[in-house]
């Protein structure tokens, strides 16, 4: 007789998008969770809510909770709302704008004060494909920065795939997956630092506080 398989554990984290306006948050999540690209893309409002789950290995998957937020200032006070018990964030520039990196430093720097101390932080220099043609930010330059804060960090491309995958999966490997089954073992639910909001709990109550109409399509997606 076979061995019946064991059934996958799925550890939950949250994830959330920062950075300036138009420098590709959206796309990159896009790109992520439906493998698709739009060269005409509106401004996110509020902020959007996707999942997408990741296969680490065969006994473990990582679902990823995503907040896209929206880069314009005017929803900058938003942007606590959706990192706070954040486990995960991905703070992204344009790598033909040297102040979108400018902006991403400060979002860094915000995170490092105010989010969970835990909290695993990616930069991502976003629109690799125009490299040859637009690059205004040295690659080294911004690896420098990544390192001395000790963040991951990768040039990507939502437009041609490249490195986004792998700039996902390379945070869940960072993640303290031990300590996430063990806190769901308890029942928690979710992987969340500072105590288990990374669940459904945190995004119904967020949704709940925000304006804005579902996002037609998936099931687990919603702009808000
Ligand atoms: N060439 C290129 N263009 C990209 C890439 N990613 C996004 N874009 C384009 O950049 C523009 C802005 O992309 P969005 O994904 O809407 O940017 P965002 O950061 O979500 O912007 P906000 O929602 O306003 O914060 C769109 O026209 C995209 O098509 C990329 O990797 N390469
Ligand atoms: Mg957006």
Redesign the pocket.
Known sequence: MATPRATPKQLQFKLVLL?E????????VLRFVKDQ?????E??IGAAFLTQTVKLDEQTQVKFEIW?T???ERYKSLAPMYYRNANCAVV?YDITQPQSLEKAKSWIRELQRQADPNIVIALAG?????ATTRRAVPREEAERYAEEEKLLFLE????DSTNVSELFALIARKLPLESAANAQKRGGGGAAAGGGAAGGAAGVDLRRGQQGAAQGGGQDACQC
């Open positions: 950075g306006s138009a420098v590709g948050k959206s796309s990159l690209f739009d060269d005409y893309r401004s996110t896209d929206a880069g314009q992204v976003n629109k690799a494909d125009l990507t491309s939502a437009k």
